[in-house]
């Protein structure tokens, strides 16, 4: 079945769709969409097919100078897929492609993007993820005011954001995990108020962004990962602002060596969250009173919460959990006596959708040590 719903779609689009892998001749036809399989082959622009290409993606192309690609006649062109593909660095005619709406260029080479990419005032989707190689984004970055997509992760060699940056005011989603060499963040995300995911988390080293003061701002999120996996004792910044993101349905403070001390009282505000990852925080010895509040919950990890006190009474009520992790570390050192969870059989036997309960090694402080 598979074969010939494919077979009558290549039928119906014969004339929209060019594969540069198949022997084919390209007279006389204006393709919409091309599949660029064969980069060793330059493409035919003695013809004009180029002209109405809305979308071109390149296969296994994973050596190419985008400079020798003479695809510049694409004028039409909507969407540009080089995620097969290893850069040097994007081409400066990138900014003739007035009409695109979506570039994904992950793994550029080269310490800069062009300034020519500012003049995609169109572009909605941007994706430079594993350009470790970047230092810069061009002053002007802030021109291209309808981006609502950039993923800029693993682009760690960024250090400073243009001032212009402020002005995406349109951006819904903004990946910067692993970009934590970032100063002035919080300048930067004051004035993104449509912003619906953010994602700052660390799984190295590096400095864990601290001046975050202005998510708190950003009072449409429904996505927050501020996780970080350094083997570094770093500090979370104060996280008061989190009673203010009565949207947001996750939230993922999990560290390995950083961690807050504490959880704002007005918590409980969060009553459509429903993801809550605070693995590894166990400088935290109490949960907000608000916190049975959190009634949408469905995931709750407070696995190597040692300290943790009062985790049977703070479960009452989050009838819709399905996933609760309290698994403790190896290291018992941290736990001592602190760690009560008497009386945990009997609430636990009222979470009546729970599927998946994580009670390693800690047994013996359910039942009394």
């Known amino acids: 079945m598979h074969d010939l719903v494919h077979d009558l779609a290549r039928l119906v689009m014969l004339d929209e769709i060019l594969v540069t892998s198949e022997q084919v001749s390209t007279a006389g036809i204006s393709y919409r969409y091309a599949l660029l399989g064969n980069c060793t082959q330059p493409l035919e622009t003695s013809s004009d097919y180029l002209a109405k290409i809305r979308a071109l993606r390149f296969m296994n192309c994973r050596t190419i100078d985008l400079n020798d690609v003479p695809f510049s006649p694409a004028k039409s062109l909507r969407v540009l897929d080089l995620s097969e593909c290893s850069i040097e660095k ?3 005619f990138i900014g003739l492609f007035k009409q695109l709406m979506y570039l994904n260029a992950p793994g550029v080479q080269h310490q800069s993007i062009t300034n020519s990419i500012t003049k995609l005032i169109k572009l909605m989707y941007l994706s430079l993820r594993g350009s470790s190689e970047i230092l810069l984004l061009p002053e002007s970055v802030g021109e291209m005011k309808g981006l609502m997509y950039l993923d800029l992760s693993d682009c760690s060699g960024i250090q400073q954001l243009p001032e212009s940056f402020g002005n995406l005011e349109e951006l819904v989603h903004l990946n910067f995990s692993n970009c934590s060499c970032i100063q002035s963040l919080s300048q930067c995300l004051r004035s993104l108020t449509e912003l619906q995911y953010l994602n700052l988390s660390c799984n190295s080293d590096l400095y864990l962004p601290a001046d975050v003061e202005h998510i708190g701002n950003l009072t449409k999120l429904e996505y927050l990962n501020l996780s970080c996996r350094s083997n570094l004792y770093l500090p979370l910044p104060n996280l008061d602002f989190l009673g203010t993101l009565t949207k947001l349905k996750y939230l993922n403070l999990s560290s390995q060596q950083s961690n807050p001390k ?12 429903k993801y809550l990852n605070l693995s590894g925080c166990h400088m ?3 949960l907000p009173a608000s916190f049975g ?6 995931y709750l990890d407070l696995s190597c919460c040692s300290l943790l006190l009062g985790i049977p009474q703070a479960l009452r009520g989050l009838t819709n ?6 698994s403790m570390p190896n290291e018992q050192e941290y736990c001592g006596d602190r760690l009560h969870l008497a009386g945990l059989p009997e609430v636990i036997g009222s979470l009546i959708k729970l599927r998946e309960l994580n009670l390693v090694r800690c047994m013996d402080y359910i039942f009394g040590k």
């Open 90 to 92: 994007l081409p400066d």
């Open 262 to 273: 504490w959880l704002p009282e007005d918590l409980g505000n969060l009553m459509e969250l």
């Open 284 to 286: 935290i010895e109490q």
């Open 293 to 298: 509040r959190l009634k949408s919950l469905v």
């Open 321 to 326: 959990l399905e996933y609760l992790n309290l």
